[in-house]
């Protein structure tokens, strides 16, 4: 099933949208899991100095023997992300005794998991983690303190069993350290976690569902040029090479819309340049066919007088040469035009390129008094070049400009940013206007033979990759130009 462009580039923008989304989801969740449990464990570290606080207010109220003004931190609810939870402490001493405590009777048996958590509290490290660390079921922080006291402690918040219970010990003068381990379930925290990750995900299924509306919104907005781009190539398709608007999005689009314009007007012209090529070439095959029927019907018929015929034979037969050199020209433009074959790339001196082409023209410059005048560098120029296709292009330039020219031709090869090669006449110049249009077919002025000289000589020039150009010259004349 065909699927357009808009709707490919939503596609994957909101694959790409829902799986950044699922994967900022995993992460935020994560994250959130580890903010609860550090919050956590900074709410438990914050809360066990208040128990210890109230610990330490317990034994001085207790020496001076006022029990009824005991201040105890018997809360046992914790916030987290401004969330009560529940939490559980104990106080234990070196010895293992628990001293103080909120647990309920069935919660001791947990303790017995955690003995050499409290030693390495009992060493003067505040120890936190989960528990187990598999599977965890609490989070717990322990913190060491000291305590020092010249009676015993013998209230125990509920009743400790008996397996647990140890003998209270009495509590010297020198410094005894204890420990207060506080203790919150794992299920409340998933409880804190599911909630902020419920908010979390509410915002992102609205993110998602504004970001999804954009994107297609987004997406029809980039792809309505192509629906202007589409309709102008079926008029081309039609034939209609009518001027095309240019799309101003200031992006790509605008680019494309640009190259697409100087194409329908590269084959508007090519059109135009063919509808004149076949008029032309109609024009100039009919004028010699016409003359050779006229004559050849006037043999037959009986005419012209006896003794005209072997005049009028001639004129048939230069006639017939003409068409024939003509074809013969359109079907080597042709070869030149489309066959990379026909070419021979080498190495070649440019300067003998020039020798060649004078020696070759100079009968028809002597025919006519023109001087031709090279001018070579002293130093050898080197191109890579098809010799005899490039003499023949340099031959068709000069013997053009030998038919316009006054007195003298000029023959100049430069080196420059590119290699030149420039013949220049003194004659009348090029027309304003038709520089371009020199070089088409059959384009010649009142001195001019078939019109295809000019056209085959840029041909080649072309398959050579470099530019041909006519201007007028400095003063009077043409000027032609060969950059390769």
């Known amino acids: ?18 799986g950044s989304l699922a994967l ?41 023997q006022h029990l009824n003004k005991i201040v105890v931190n018997n809360q046992t609810k ?7 939870i529940e939490r559980e402490y104990v106080v234990i001493d070196t010895n293992g005794s628990v001293l103080w405590n909120t647990f309920s009777h069935g919660d001791f048996l947990i303790l017995s998991q955690f003995k050499g958590l409290m030693e390495k509290a009992l060493r003067g490290r505040i120890t936190s983690g989960v528990y187990p660390a598999d599977n965890p079921v ?40 204890k420990v207060v381990a506080l203790f919150t379930r794992v299920s409340d925290l998933q409880r804190i976690t599911l909630q902020i990750w419920l908010a979390v995900a509410q915002g992102l299924a609205i993110a998602s569902l504004i970001t999804a509306v954009v994107g297609v919104m987004l997406a029809h907005r980039l792809m309505r040029p192509a629906a202007v781009i589409k309709k102008m190539i ?32 590269a084959l508007r012209a090519f059109d135009d340049g063919q509808k004149r090529f076949l008029q032309n070439a109609s024009h100039e095959l009919k004028t010699p066919l016409m003359a050779i029927r006229g004559y050849a019907e006037g043999l037959r018929d009986g005419v012209f007088e006896p003794n005209e015929a072997t005049h009028i034979l001639d004129i048939i037969a230069d006639e017939s040469v003409r068409i024939k050199r003509l074809v013969d020209q359109l079907i080597y433009l042709s070869k030149l035009e489309t066959l990379d074959e026909l070419y021979a790339f080498e190495r070649q001196d440019l300067g003998m390129v020039i020798v060649r082409t004078i020696e070759r023209v100079h009968p028809l410059a002597k025919e006519r008094h023109i001087n031709i005048i090279p001018d070579i560098p002293e130093e050898r120029v080197f191109a890579v070049i098809d010799r005899d296709k490039m003499v023949q292009a340099l031959l068709n330039l000069v013997s053009n400009a030998i038919r316009h020219a006054r007195r003298q031709v000029l023959i100049r090869l430069e080196a420059r940013e590119f290699l030149q090669l420039i013949v220049e006449d003194d004659g009348e110049g090029i027309e304003l206007g038709e520089e371009k249009r020199v070089f088409e077919r059959f384009f010649h002025g009142a001195k001019g033979d078939t019109g295809l000289g000019l056209a085959i000589a840029k041909a080649i020039v072309e398959k050579h990759r470099g530019t041909i150009e006519a201007t007028n010259a400095e003063g009077r004349g043409a000027r032609f130009t060969i950059n390769l």
């Open 138 to 177: 609490y989070e717990f922080v322990a913190i060491p303190f000291s305590y020092t006291s010249d009676i015993p402690i013998e209230v125990n918040r509920p009743p400790v069993p008996r397996d647990l219970r140890l003998p209270v010990p009495q509590v010297y003068s020198d410094q005894n350290t």
């Open 24 to 64: 900022s989801g995993a992460l935020a969740i994560r994250a959130i899991e580890q903010y609860v449990l550090s919050s956590t464990e900074k709410s438990l570290i914050a809360d066990g100095q208040l128990v210890i606080h109230a610990y330490e207010l317990y034994g001085q109220l207790a020496l001076i």
């Open 78 to 84: 914790l916030m987290v992300a401004a969330q009560p």
């Open 234 to 265: 079926e008029r081309v398709r039609n034939r209609d090479f009518a001027i095309v608007p240019i799309i101003r999005t200031g992006d790509e689009w605008e680019d494309f819309s640009v190259a697409f314009a100087e194409m329908v007007n």
């Open 1 to 18: 099933m065909k699927a357009s462009i808009a709707m490919k580039v939503t596609s994957i923008y909101l694959v790409i949208v829902i």
